[in-house]
């Protein structure tokens, strides 16, 4: 499956953006799907996962309350809404998919998109 992540920009801090990970070539509906994020000099870390039928949702502690996963399977897209930003926040982020839950929680997911970059000025 090919990913495509769009939707980053530049936001003040307590504003909000949307995130969207378009996917194409497979059956998104099989896959799990997550994000992730690199800031500058910092190793890339999760911010949320999601099943691929949105039963369960799961989220890094940073930003557990502010953000939120969600997809629609119809349209093959998943997304990241992400509230009350702070400028910890900026980073590029990359989503994943993959067949495996685990394997999207920790980083090791088969298919990943091109980055969008997030900055969140104070």
């Known amino acids: 499956v090919q990913l495509q992540a769009s939707g980053g920009g530049l936001a003040q801090t307590g504003g909000s953006l949307r995130l969207s990970c378009a996917a194409s070539?497979?059956?998104?509906?099989?896959?799990?799907m997550g994000w992730f994020r690199r800031a500058p000099g910092k190793e890339r870390e999760f911010v949320a996962a999601?099943?691929?039928?949105?039963?369960?949702?799961y989220y890094a502690d940073s930003v557990k309350g502010r953000f939120t996963i969600s997809r629609d399977n119809a349209k093959n897209t998943g997304y990241l809404q992400m509230n009350s930003l702070k400028p910890e926040d900026t980073a590029v982020y990359y989503c994943?998919?993959?067949?495996?839950?685990?394997?999207?929680?920790?980083?090791?997911?088969?298919?990943w998109g091109r980055g969008t970059q997030v900055t969140v000025s104070s």
């Open positions: 994943a998919a993959d067949r495996n839950l685990n394997s999207v929680v920790t980083g090791t997911s088969d298919y």
């Open positions: 070539g497979r059956t998104f509906s099989s896959y799990h």
């Open positions: 999601i099943r691929w039928n949105s039963v369960n949702t």
